[in-house]
């Protein structure tokens, strides 16, 4: 049997969507996420109802995944699930329900690290889309993690910056917040950043030695900015919003080049893949494309699908994980916070 043709059911559960893949190799023959709207009722994600939830989800999410794959679940050749970082409540769900599953099948059980999935999901082979070389830095950007990671293999990397505080996305809701936008409020930033002019308000940038990162005294300066202005102009946000949008997102962009240019600096690898529910930003996204033209970097953005939180990215690292025969059995334990 080559490697091609090998079939992995790839599950995710770490927060609020439950996702599953059928990879065939190193291609997503299915992929289907199921998101809880839910948690935009309390203004973020609530662990308690996102784990029931899944427990709701995961059975038919699984069967729509097997069937667009247009497969027959005794074909699989392994399960893989994301063993964490994530909540407890939600990643049980997709544990359990990943051993119970191979334990049936008689098939290996893999388990991933979510954050590596989110580096490896580049390795995804994708019609127009081109895989980096190693050694590359990843950017790992989203509302739960801020990360820098130098990645020397598949599974020999190492954080070499990350948030002492808030993570980016988490930046990028909590200023929607203050400025009165539904949550999640990340996307909405950068639908009116576009309308605005980036410079209109200027924000100090935190100083953090090295390649970390923190932006609650971002969020602070924000906050009491919006407050002053208000007091002075009830009508300060409405008249603004897109001009302090852009502002803010200008900053947050900001932050994070000026830490991947000094990473660049101080390792020498010009490769730089991101990836991550942020980096999905359009700004982000275009600042990165002009760092090749502008610092002669080879820069890696991942297929849209692919950014934020899917069963994709678990099963490209499933794959992996499978040609080097890295199986667990059903003694494995979900872990909320898991070493890199």
């Given amino acids: ?73 005794n074909q699989l050749n392994a399960i893989a699930f994301t063993q964490g970082p994530g909540l407890m409540g939600s990643l049980l769900v997709g544990s359990s329900f990943a051993k119970s599953l191979a334990l049936a099948l008689k098939i290996p059980l893999i388990a991933v690290n979510h954050m590596h999935a989110h580096i490896l999901a580049h390795f995804i082979d994708e019609e127009g889309f081109e895989k980096p070389e190693f050694p590359f830095l990843a950017l790992t950007i989203s509302g ?48 009116y950043a576009q309308l605005g002019n980036p410079k209109a308000f200027a924000f100090t940038k935190p100083r953090v030695p090295g390649l970390d990162f923190s932006f609650s005294g971002l969020k602070t300066a924000i906050l009491y900015f919006i407050q ?28 994070l080049m000026d830490k991947l240019k000094l990473a660049v600096k101080e390792t020498g690898i010009k490769q730089i893949a991101i990836g991550g529910g942020v980096s999905a930003n359009s700004g982000i996204r275009k ?3 002009e760092g090749e033209k502008k610092y002669g970097w080879k820069t890696f953005i991942p297929k849209f699908e692919y950014t934020t939180d899917n069963a994709a990215m678990i099963g490209i690292v499933g794959y992996q994980k499978y040609l080097s025969q890295n199986f667990e059995d059903n003694t494995v334990v979900s872990k909320a916070r898991i070493e890199f």
């Fill in 1 to 73: 049997m080559g490697n091609n043709s090998l079939l992995i059911l790839a599950i995710e559960s770490s927060c609020d969507d439950t996702a599953a893949a059928v990879m065939q190799g190193d291609k997503v023959l299915s992929n289907v996420v199921a998101s809880q709207s839910i948690h935009g009722e309390y203004g973020g994600v609530v662990p308690e109802l996102a784990s029931r939830a899944h427990q709701q989800n995961i059975v038919p999410v699984i069967e729509m995944a097997i069937r667009k794959a247009n497969i027959d679940k």
């Fill in 144 to 191: 739960g993690h801020t990360q820098i990671v130098k990645v020397n293999d598949f599974f020999d990397m190492e954080i070499i910056g990350e948030t002492t505080d808030d993570a980016v996305g988490e930046a990028f809701d909590k200023s929607a917040k203050i400025l009165g936008l539904p949550y999640p409020g990340g996307p909405l930033v950068d639908k």
């Fill in 228 to 255: 002053k202005q208000v007091k002075e102009n009830p009508n300060f946000i409405e008249e603004n919003l897109n001009d302090i949008c852009a502002s803010i997102q200008h900053t947050i962009i900001e932050i």
């Fill in 287 to 289: 600042t990165l494309k």
